[in-house]
């Protein structure tokens, strides 16, 4: 699992980059089985952090916009 230091400062970037390194090196080389497990349990780490940040991402953009849409109607403007 992602250590929770490793979360304040991985970066999605980060994290996705190293997802895909990990499925790369599963699609394209032998890997014995120990390896295996341990890239198996690391990229289920990387992907629920991606996806949590992802989930975040969406609802600040949500709120950001009904935000935005309440301040457009306060000051007499159309929301776009």
């Known amino acids: 699992t992602i250590m929770e230091n490793e979360q304040e400062t991985l970066s999605y970037e980060q994290a996705y980059s ?3 390194q990990i499925i790369d090196r599963l699609e394209n080389s032998d890997v014995n089985i120990d390896v295996l497990t341990k890239e198996i ?10 996806n949590k940040r992802l989930s975040q991402v969406e609802v600040d953009v949500q709120e950001l916009t009904k935000r935005l849409e309440a301040f457009d109607e306060q000051n ?3 929301a776009e």
């Open 76 to 78: 007499g403007e159309l």
């Open 18 to 20: 190293e997802l895909r």
């Open 41 to 50: 349990e690391r990229a289920e780490s990387l992907l629920d952090f991606c």
